[in-house]
């Protein structure tokens, strides 16, 4: 038992909850340091005194305090039976998949803010967690420090949603701003951000939609209860985005931003991560620099918006260490609803837009195959831009505009334009 202050003259016992940290990098530190500094707060919220007894790394730690708890052995944490809620903050699918199972296996819960693990394996975790009357949760694997999961899971729950999108990636976020703020190139842009440690120095990740497509995989499993396959999930990524994309979204007003979208169609449910662009009555247009925000319509509630750190050491262990104190006082299992059975998601040919075309040549050279290919179209000149035509499609599918951009002679680029007025 440990002893809680109430007042000057009043003491209370309390329960003592044991946890281990799988993991000492940038986001294990931080939820080490969040429940030090806030030992408090973390204690009166979760109703007992939370411990760190374990942390494991390959790595040692000269100087640091971590060093008394310190261990090198996975088997010391899955053998303690005094451990009661597991942190897997390692990343990737393994070993984390293997020590997070052997976890939930042996009666510990599980808190992790592993986008990978989840989207892989967390119809799996989430079964295993519920035979055995615990829990496995993963706020800090989408949006960061931004509550989403939880949102989803219990307070959305008398909704129809039909549309998640959001921009979920802080690096290409960032990148996306400078070059717009700023002019730089795409590769100006990924240096400066892997100089300030957004970008890792292997970025495609980021850079080619993946870690997007896992995170709006695993919103569109929660809200619709089925396992949605992230490699299924069409996915592009900003690669392509030039700065002279950008002058020509400046002069529309638009904004281009990587977005993940999962939205009901009359065909069925389509998911896809894409750069687009969005005009200035978009919730999304101002989400900038390192910023994530997530943008949700039900049925009932309409529109809604979650806005803030979607990365970051401190952010991201402030959602790990709320889940901490969820599997804390949840000593039975919190129901989520992800099971194995796979999503179909439909193609997204279907989906109807307009479409922001590059193509190289005057307007005089090619305005009548212009016209020929996707009707009346709106010409668009950005200043100091030369030796080409920028136009933007009227609204058509995607499979409309795919056949005809292919047989656009000197196509150098399309971007997607999000122009819907139900926003």
């Not at 706020?139 to 989403?148: K, R, T």
């Amino acid at each position: 038992m440990a002893v809680k202050y109430v007042n000057e003259d009043q003491y209370e016992e309390i329960g003592m909850a044991n946890i281990a940290i799988l993991g000492y990098g940038t986001v294990g530190s931080g939820v080490y340091e969040v429940i030090r500094k806030n030992q408090a707060i973390v204690n009166k919220n979760a109703g007992e005194a939370v411990e760190i007894k374990h942390v494991l790394d390959l790595r040692d730690f000269p100087g640091d305090p971590v060093e008394e708890i310190l261990t090198h052995d996975f088997n010391d944490i899955l053998n303690d039976k005094d451990v009661s809620v597991v942190v897997e903050v390692m990343g990737g699918v393994e070993p984390a998949y293997t020590f997070v199972k052997g976890c939930l296996e042996a009666g510990k819960s599980v808190c992790t803010s592993n986008k990978a693990l989840v989207a892989a394996k967390g119809p799996e975790l989430i079964r295993i967690a519920r035979q055995k009357g615990i829990n496995f949760f993963f706020e800090a694997s989408v949006g960061g420090g931004i509550p989403i999961i939880r949102v989803l899971n219990l307070c959305l729950t008398a909704d129809d949603i039909e549309e998640i999108s959001g921009i979920l990636n802080g690096t290409t976020n960032y990148m996306m701003t400078k070059m717009a703020d700023e002019g730089w190139e795409f590769e100006e842009a990924l240096k400066t951000a892997q100089d300030l440690g957004y970008a890792e120095r292997n970025p495609e990740a980021d850079i080619d939609g993946w870690d997007a497509c896992r995170k709006i995989a695993i919103l569109t499993s929660l809200y619709t209860g089925k396992n949605t396959d992230y490699e299924r999930v069409y996915t592009e990524g900003i690669t392509k985005i030039s700065a002279r994309d950008i002058k020509y979204a400046k002069e529309l007003g638009f904004k281009i931003k990587l977005i993940a979208e999962s939205q009901k169609t009359d065909d069925g449910l389509v998911a896809m991560v894409a750069p687009i662009m969005l005009k200035r009555s978009h919730p999304l247009y101002n989400v900038d620099d390192v910023l994530n925000a997530v943008y949700v319509r039900g049925n009932v509630l309409g529109p809604a918006m979650f806005f803030g750190s979607g990365a970051g050491k401190l952010p991201t262990a402030s959602a790990v260490v709320s889940d901490v104190i969820a599997a804390v006082k949840n000593k039975t299992n919190v129901r989520v609803d992800w099971d194995d059975k796979d999503l179909e998601l439909c193609s997204v040919g279907s989906v109807k837009r307009s479409f922001f075309v590059r193509v190289s040549g005057s307007e005089e050279e090619k305005l009548d195959r212009i016209k020929e290919l996707f009707g009346e179209v709106d010409i668009v000149k950005a200043p100091g831009v030369t030796g080409e035509t920028g136009f933007v499609t009227g609204v058509m599918t995607e499979e409309e505009f795919e056949k005809g951009f292919k047989q656009l002679e000197g196509a150098i680029t399309r971007i997607r334009v999000d122009n819907r007025e139900d926003k």
